[in-house]
């Protein structure tokens, strides 16, 4: 579980949000729901994260605002 988020931690501050051990679950949840991959499936996920970051960063960053 969150194996990517160590690659996002700027994307999270863009967004506005602070990953701690409560909520931690609930973004990555959130997140696999976004990319539309079956949650805990990390490598199928953060591959759908880069791709989305290099077509438009900001669109997923106004993405991850609406759960935060």
Avoid: P
Avoid at 23 to 39: F, L, M, P, Q, T
């Amino acid at each position: 579980m969150t194996c990517y988020f160590r690659h996002l931690k700027e994307v999270f501050k863009k967004a506005g949000i602070e990953v701690n051990k409560e909520n931690k679950r609930e973004v990555d949840k959130a997140i696999h729901r976004i990319v539309g991959v079956e949650y805990k499936n990390c490598s199928a996920t953060w591959k759908d994260i880069k791709k989305r970051i290099a077509e438009d960063e900001m669109a997923f960053i106004s993405k991850l605002k609406t759960i935060s």
